[in-house]
């Protein structure tokens, strides 16, 4: 081999050599830049504000942090109802839902608070209460349980469902009644004489046409969303709780992002949760007019009153639970409730 052979053989050889050293780190770069996937569990279909949040969320993600996320959104219920999507939050195998704080309060019990009947007045009111100290105290009690929550979200307020109509609480003694399987739900309606009985979301069509249920309670969008109009078409506009919920992520997941990601994150759930207020009213708008096409009616509660008064044991009975009375009625008189 001449000279001029042995040195071209020489850098080949070299430049073959350093390529394999190079790739492991060419390859790690590839690999650090693939996106991170997020598993999303919604209730819903894609036409619903459950699901459509989400897609403002990634998209604000998306233009923030291009490329470094991807959002597997399942909707529909497919990855169960809302106490096994906190399950699989709590264990990291889904990243990222919407839930009730009834469904979470089985963990936090603080969080009924937000559930206590006829506290608050309107939506705004809500609002103020979870952007104040009551929503940085629970979000605290949420994260020591694996749930980190970004934001609040506003489901409406929950009305009476029923087979036959019902205007007054006496109406109601001797039914049961699907319940979200918390104590404060079960009490306030054996408050009225009703059994309550525990009955996760997407199996409550079923148990009410059987005759398992013969009631539920439930906001105007989810009615619709559920097609309940079907088995208990008539509505009484009762208001009796305003649902509200949160935005929240696994620790798992929060806890592998850095804080450019999640500042972004924190944005964008802020974000959502303001669009999802927005889609929730005009999705009740939307949700009614379909239940009245399908045959559902609407009623008006007789003697406000009554019903107040039978819900209102529970301010009693779980006030050491959520903070005490005065914190109760101060948040009542925040509102200008009566």
Not at 162 to 169: D, F, G, I, L, R
Request: charged letters at 15%; one cysteine or more; glycine letters at 10%.
């Amino acid at each position: 081999m001449s000279t001029l052979s042995r040195r071209r053989f020489i850098q080949t050889a070299t430049a073959v050599g350093a390529g394999l050293i190079l790739a492991p780190a060419v390859i790690g770069r590839v690999r650090a830049q693939a996106p991170i996937t997020l598993t999303v569990a919604s209730l819903f279909g894609e036409d619903k504000p459950e699901t459509q949040i989400w897609h403002h969320i990634r998209d604000i993600v998306a233009e923030k942090l291009p490329g470094q996320f991807h959002f597997n959104i399942v909707g529909n219920a497919a990855l169960g109802g809302e106490k096994q999507v906190a399950e699989g939050i709590r264990l990291g195998s889904v990243q990222a839902s919407l839930s009730t704080v009834s469904a979470l309060s089985g963990w936090v019990p603080e969080a009924q608070l937000l559930d206590l009947p006829f506290l608050f007045r309107d939506a705004a009111h809500v609002r103020a209460t979870v952007g104040g100290t009551v929503g940085a105290e629970l979000k605290e009690k949420f994260a020591a349980q694996n749930f980190v929550v970004l934001d609040f979200i506003n489901y409406g307020a929950r009305h009476l469902l029923t087979k036959k109509p019902v205007t007054e609480p006496a109406q109601l003694a001797g039914k049961r009644i699907r319940v979200i399987q918390t104590p404060l739900h079960t009490g306030l309606w054996s408050a009225f004489g009703m059994t309550p009985i525990g009955i996760p979301i997407p199996e409550t069509y079923n148990a009410l046409q059987t005759g398992v249920a013969d009631a539920m309670d439930l906001t105007k969008s989810a009615y619709a969303g559920f097609r309940l109009y079907e088995v208990v078409p008539y509505l009484t506009e009762t208001g009796h709780i305003w649902a509200s919920g949160v935005v929240y992520f696994s620790a798992s997941f929060w806890n592998g992002l850095n804080a450019e990601q999640q500042q972004v994150f924190r944005a964008a759930a802020s974000a959502g949760a303001a669009h999802f207020n927005k889609l929730i009213v005009a999705d009740e708008a939307r949700s009614m007019a379909l239940a009245a096409q399908h045959g559902g009616e609407v009623l008006q509660p007789e003697d406000q009153a009554q019903w107040e008064e039978g819900a209102r044991d529970v301010w009693q009975d779980f006030a050491a639970v959520v903070g005490g009375c005065d914190k109760i009625e101060a948040i009542r008189q925040a509102g200008g409730a009566g």
